[in-house]
């Protein structure tokens, strides 16, 4: 089983940086595959990111290019998604998801992110 907790979220004005961590237990971290997800308020959930094991590979959702940015310490098992320019659009639950290497994956409780006009 891989645990996964989110933290970092909360409220800020536009134009504002926020920055999210995701802390993975039970699993080797440098084995987990790892992204980061969005589900705004009657939406469906959407990746906003994604990053390779070894931290070589990055892909962002169109929205956040330039503008979020997927980080990951392996050595703290830790994820990170800084994210500049917020704007209300952003404002979301934001779940971290981990995919070992036999193809199960793990969603973390999530954390608010909440962009203010």
């Known amino acids: 089983q891989v645990q996964l907790v989110e933290s970092g979220g909360g409220l800020v004005q536009a134009g504002g940086s926020l920055s999210l961590s995701c802390a993975a237990t039970?699993?080797?971290?440098?084995?987990?595959?790892m992204s980061w997800h969005r589900q705004a308020p009657g939406k469906g959930r959407e990746r906003v990111a994604v990053?390779?094991?070894?931290?070589?590979?990055?892909k962002y959702r169109e929205s956040g290019k330039g503008r979020f940015t997927v980080s990951r310490d392996n050595d703290k098992s830790t994820v990170y998604l800084q994210m500049h320019s917020l704007a209300p659009d952003d404002t979301a639950v934001y779940y971290c998801?981990?995919?070992?290497?036999?193809?199960?994956?793990?969603w973390g409780q999530g954390t608010q992110v909440t962009g203010a006009a």
């Open positions: 039970g699993f080797t971290f440098s084995f987990l595959s």
């Open positions: 998801r981990a995919v070992r290497l036999d193809a199960r994956a793990f």
């Open positions: 990053i390779s094991r070894q931290g070589a590979r990055t």
